[in-house]
């Protein structure tokens, strides 16, 4: 027979056994440890699926715009409104179609967006920028030349409207928002038109004429020409001051040094080139308009074949890039220069509109 003690031992033994897995609030102290680990493995599966469908979807919206056909699409909307085709329709309905697919595009207008994956998408905001630009442009020659028989004429009060609303901050995303201007812009463009292609409104008018033409050019030359230069300067150069060559008399507010080093930093190197392909974009598009709504004067002034170099030019930019990344190599090194590239096919163009303003200017 045992003895009393050794029984005591056996029982307390037994007891401390026990003790140790007996559960805690109903869960064992091994049994909680898996159910903690499955967890966190479950939540970062979920934040990796969310955050490849957010670079999916920022991949998607990146995607630049086709171009579209401006003959096309301006007979179907005329066909629309049952409306006859007029002299400055072209230009109208274009400049309508391309703030709109500024507005319509995938993922919609991203300039003003502050939600992912809109926040750390760059490429797209700075292609809109260039697009509003030469919306804007336009807007104002339609304004103060295309819509006017002389400088002392009304202005049309749409576009006067349509100006101001497209010339409101381009990131601004409540109070209001910018899409809403740049809508109500869009609408009182297409009031413009509509006046423009009823015979019984006789204060709307487009003059096709080689000066208003001009006027246009003029200002689609100088920012063609600051594009070229902010793309060139993606290497860094060494540039003389030339702010007041070919005027003796000529004075600046503030003196520059004669030469100095001009570099694009090397984080905007991307967003110039993007600007510059939105503005490539729209401006070919424009240009399009101009050779049907001008062609009478460009066909007198023996200029149509210069208007389509130059869009043929502009049409080069649009080519795709097969590289994840903007390069900035060196001009003549191993890697490619997307901003040379990009500033040789601008300038081609900005030289070719400078001889076509002169060829307008003569007789």
Not at 126 to 155: C, H, P, T
Not at 156 to 163: F, Q
Not at 231 to 243: E, F, I, K
Request: avoid cysteine; charged fraction near 20%.
């Amino acid at each position: 027979m045992e003895s009393l003690g050794q029984t005591w031992r056996k029982l307390t033994r037994r007891n401390s056994a026990d003790s140790e897995t007996a559960p805690i609030d109903g869960v064992t102290p091994h049994e909680g440890e898996p159910r903690q680990g499955s967890l966190w493995k479950v939540l970062l599966a979920v934040l990796v699926l969310v955050l490849m469908a957010l670079l999916a979807l920022g991949w998607y919206w990146s995607l630049m715009p086709p171009t579209f056909n401006v003959s096309a699409r301006t007979e179907a909307k005329l066909e629309q409104m049952n409306s006859p085709a007029v002299v400055g329709a072209t230009t109208t309905i274009t400049l309508m179609s391309v703030a709109e697919t500024l507005l319509d595009k995938p993922g919609g207008y991203l300039s003003n967006d502050v939600t992912p994956p809109s926040w750390w998408l760059d490429n797209m905001p700075n292609w809109e920028y260039g697009v509003l630009i030469q919306v804007r442009d336009m807007n104002k020659a339609l304004r103060e030349a295309f819509s006017r028989s002389q400088s002392q004429s009304l202005e049309d009060k749409d576009l006067a409207l349509a100006e101001s609303r497209f010339n409101f901050n381009n990131d601004s995303w409540l109070f209001p928002p910018s899409e809403k201007q740049y809508r109500q812009g869009i609408e009182h463009l297409q009031g413009y038109l509509d006046r423009l292609v009823d015979p019984a409104h006789k204060d709307a008018q487009f003059f096709a004429r080689a000066d208003n033409l001009r006027y246009w050019l003029k200002t689609v030359e100088t920012r063609l020409g600051n594009l070229s230069q902010r793309l060139s300067a993606s290497v860094g150069q060494q540039r003389l001051n030339t702010d007041l060559a070919g005027d003796a008399a000529a004075t600046a507010s503030t003196p520059k040094p004669g030469d100095e080093y001009v570099k694009t930093p090397w984080l905007e190197i991307d967003d110039v080139y993007y600007e510059a392909r939105g503005a490539a974009w729209a401006l070919l598009h424009l240009l399009r308009a101009v050779e049907r709504d001008f062609s009478d004067i460009l066909i007198k002034k023996n200029a149509l074949v210069s208007v389509r170099q130059i869009i043929r030019e502009l049409e080069a930019t649009q080519s795709t890039v097969y590289s994840p990344m903007i390069l900035n190599g060196s001009g003549f090194g191993v890697l490619a220069n997307h901003s040379l590239v990009m500033a040789s096919y601008i300038s081609r163009a900005n030289a070719a509109i400078i001889d076509l303003r002169e060829l307008l200017e003569q007789g």
